[in-house]
């Protein structure tokens, strides 16, 4: 099992930055990506930012050039930094991590509790 504990959430206005980070512990090795996704109310949630272990970064088009994601894979943690954030940002962010275990053919993915970022006047 891993366990992600995220931490960073909070009120913020239009224009204004965030930085999120998640820690995560358990069976940590053979952890690939790592992310973000957020969900916001009556919305599916969606992955906004991912980055493999070897640093490899996606963005969701929505959140490119604004979010900048980073990963320290010595203290297994993961960062979202969040810039220019407009009212549409407003969501419980989780962070996520898919591990393959030994002989397993799939990554299982697991997820934080959430927290929630809200962004207004």
């Known amino acids: 099992q891993v366990r992600l504990v995220e931490s960073g959430g909070g009120l913020v206005q239009p224009g204004g930055s965030l930085r999120l980070s998640c820690a995560a512990s358990?069976?940590?090795?053979?952890?690939?990506?790592m992310g973000w996704a957020r969900q916001a109310p009556g919305k599916q949630r969606e992955v906004v930012a991912s980055?493999?272990?070897?640093?490899?970064?996606h963005y969701a088009d929505s959140v490119q050039g604004r979010f900048t994601i980073s990963r320290d894979n010595a203290k297994n943690e993961v960062f979202l930094q969040m810039n220019s954030l407009k009212p549409e940002d407003t969501a419980v962010y989780y962070c996520?991590?898919?591990?393959?275990?030994?002989?397993?053919?799939?990554?299982?993915?697991?997820w934080g509790q959430g927290t929630q970022v809200t962004v207004s006047p």
């Open positions: 358990g069976s940590i090795f053979s952890i690939n990506a």
């Open positions: 980055i493999t272990s070897l640093r490899t970064t």
């Open positions: 996520y991590a898919d591990r393959k275990a030994l002989g397993a053919t799939m990554p299982t993915r697991y």
